[in-house]
């Protein structure tokens, strides 16, 4: 008979570290989130060999109590929470308090302290979880934490760690997310004695996307706000122009933390349903500030998990929110016959070695201002600091308020190269003052005004129209400019319950699982109100005796089928995403095809019913329905113009 024994604790405590460490990342990201939570407005992060040898965090925030540090390292030992009761009013990232003790319990961990009211601070060492020196110790405020040789002592989960490159992606990924959920505090990380990426801490979140990814996706960004009863939500939306094959960068935080969830996914992406083609995803980086008793953090060691109180809610709230924002755009793409070089800096090209001071020296400095304005001006110039940062937090860098950077990206200031200078190219003395944000929209080309101005020029490859207005080539697709006219038609006969069937003779007999015969039953007006006409048949048969008109002779069966695969696995109740999607399959098949010639006169009634649709950019599947061509692109081309 098998024996029961009991593990000691250093046993226990290696075992119930791997469910909070699991890579070096785990361990940046568990003691970032300690800085933070500690009040920092500046966080360096270093690592060497991914972070398995090393990885250094150093905070400028509250520190601990040297009478604290032992406790620190406990355990289930926390200072954000008293009792369970404080996990419906989480405020802070960390509350576990396991963080320490599973970091200690699996590498060598030195950590240095001070807090502002002592004048000494405290050096404490331990190794695999047993503690071995602790010393006074000359510190400046705020905490550093290295952490050696992770899983030394554990070599089977050693070997499972990737190469030190990979990790360090990892690292790296995870500090780019950090530098997004906390525009105010300042992030410096430092891959093998390398600066790779530095934020300024200034709260723009604009510039910390710039920083990262750079011009391109910058200039595509939309501003995005919304207020409700117990949730708002900010930040950014991309423009489909910057669609994506994955949902990596469908980046959102709630109340600062970065998660990954399901359910806010699908919403954010059923909200750009209309501008996404199949198999792309939006870039979007949004902030979630909820009501700490709706949501519940408590789900994982990772904290990367929530549940969300009243889900479907919270879901047809986001959906709509991101809808109306992106409905309230023109956003019709531009063509571009030529591609201008850009200069672009980013998180992983970094920036000058050691260029940025240590959170540590941002106090020094501070009291130093002479010389602080010569260094962090150098600093600015060197690192080509966008002039936002500086009009926005100048003292930050030890600037007065009319010195200011020469080299002003315009994607992030919202303005032109050289609004900052003179015709003679010098620097103009700059107030401070708040940046104001450029009408990124003009007046819209799709509208009945602006309908009096086209020209309708003819039709190429049987495909496309080619409208002329003011300075500008519109080209329509005359194929998802029809589907698109259509998808809307069944839309609205869907909603009011006014689809016309056909009767099929003889009808179509399908033979249903359990599941799919439940799934029916649930979902049976939706199918009446798309024109299918359904009969049971006896046992698991039924009868489709008609399907809406437009679709008679597409395939009836499938389409049938294909509804029903699909709300079998929807995850979301209520009324489907699934039906829209159909509506969109039927639309598209109704529509008039490329390489079909439309007369003149067609094409003028198709142009007008498009004018009439709330949104008439894009087709059901999120192509374009339009694209233009500027006059001054064309005149680039022939030469007319050279710059």
Same mark, same amino acid.
């Given at each position: ?331 019709? #793409? !531009? ?6 070089? /850009?200069?672009? *800096? +980013? ?6 070695? &050691? %260029? ?37 937090? #100048? !003292? ?6 009319? /010195?200011?950077? *020469? +080299? ?6 919202? &303005? %032109? ?227």
């Amino acid at each position: 008979m098998a024996v029961i024994n009991v593990l000691d604790h250093q046993t226990i405590d290696q075992i119930a570290a791997g469910e909070v460490v699991e890579r070096p990342s785990s361990v940046v990201k568990e003691l970032v989130e300690n800085a933070i939570d500690a009040g920092a407005d500046a966080v360096t992060v270093e690592i060497r060999d991914g972070g398995i040898s090393l990885i250094r965090v150093t905070d400028n925030g509250s520190g601990i109590e040297k009478s604290q540090v032992r406790n620190a390292f406990l355990r289930h030992a926390t200072s954000k929470i008293t009792s369970a009761e404080d996990l419906t009013e989480l405020v802070s990232l960390g509350f576990r308090g396991e963080a320490l003790a599973s970091i200690a319990a699996v590498s060598m961990v030195e950590l240095i302290s001070k807090t502002p009211e002592d004048l000494t601070g405290i050096r404490f060492a331990m190794e695999g979880g047993i503690e071995k020196e602790q010393e006074e110790i000359g510190a400046p405020e705020g905490t550093t934490i290295l952490v050696r040789n992770l899983f030394y002592n554990t070599p089977p989960r050693r070997k499972f760690l990737k190469q030190p490159q990979t990790e360090g992606s990892y690292v790296a990924d995870l500090m780019e997310h950090l530098a997004l959920s906390h525009p105010k505090v300042s992030f410096k990380f430092i891959v093998n004695g390398q600066t790779r990426f530095y934020t300024t801490g200034n709260k723009d979140l604009r510039e910390i996307i710039y920083r990262i990814y750079g011009r391109e996706i910058t200039a595509e960004l939309l501003p995005f706000s919304w207020q409700g009863e117990g949730m708002s939500v900010s930040g950014f939306l991309g423009k489909p122009a910057i669609n994506r094959a994955n949902r990596n960068y469908e980046i959102f935080y709630i109340n600062g933390r970065y998660i990954k969830s399901t359910l806010i996914s699908k919403a954010i992406e059923e909200g750009y349903r209309e501008y996404l083609m199949q198999h792309k995803f939006p870039f979007c980086v949004l902030h979630f500030q909820v009501d700490t008793r709706r949501i519940d953090v408590n789900v994982h060691p990772t904290k990367m998990e929530v549940r969300i109180a009243d889900s479907q809610a919270f879901y047809e709230t986001v959906k709509q929110a991101i809808h109306d924002a992106l409905h309230a755009k023109e956003m019709i #793409p !531009e063509v571009k016959l030529t591609k201008q070089p /850009e200069k672009r *800096e +980013t998180a992983r090209q970094g920036g000058a070695k &050691g %260029s940025m001071p240590e959170p540590f020296e941002r106090t020094r400095i501070a009291r130093m201002p002479q010389k602080a304005n010569t260094y962090d001006k150098d600093l600015a110039e060197k690192e080509n600091t966008p002039l936002q940062n500086l009009l926005k937090a #100048p !003292e930050s860098y030890g600037l007065p308020a009319t /010195e200011t950077p *020469e +080299t002003v990206p315009p994607e992030v200031t919202g &303005g %032109s190269q050289n609004q900052g200078q003179c015709p003679d190219g010098k620097l103009k003395p700059l107030s401070r003052q708040e940046p104001v944000q450029m009408a990124l929209f003009e007046d819209k080309i799709l509208s009945q005004q602006a309908r009096e101005q086209f020209e309708l020029i003819g039709q190429i490859f049987h495909t496309y129209w080619l409208i002329s207005y003011q300075d500008k080539l519109l080209i329509i697709d005359q194929h998802a400019a029809h589907e698109k006219v259509k998808f809307e038609r069944f839309r609205k006969q869907f909603q009011e319950h006014t689809v016309v069937s056909q009767t099929l003779n003889p009808p179509i007999v399908v033979t249903l699982t359990g599941k799919e015969r439940e799934c029916y039953v649930r979902h049976a007006a939706d199918f009446e109100a798309l024109g299918f006409m359904i009969e049971e048949f006896g046992g698991n048969d039924y009868a489709i005796r008609g399907v809406p008109m437009d679709l008679y002779g597409y395939g009836e069966r499938v389409l049938f089928q294909e509804i029903l695969d699909e709300l079998s696995g929807e995850s979301v109740t209520g009324t489907p995403e699934t039906i829209q999607t159909r509506i969109a399959v039927m639309a598209c098949k109704a529509a008039v095809k490329g390489n079909m010639r439309l007369s003149r006169e067609e094409a003028e009634q198709l142009i007008d019913e498009l004018l009439t649709l709330e949104n008439p950019y894009h087709c059901p599947h999120g192509r374009p329905t339009i694209i233009s061509m500027s006059k001054y692109e064309l005149e680039k081309k022939f030469k007319r113009v050279v710059n």
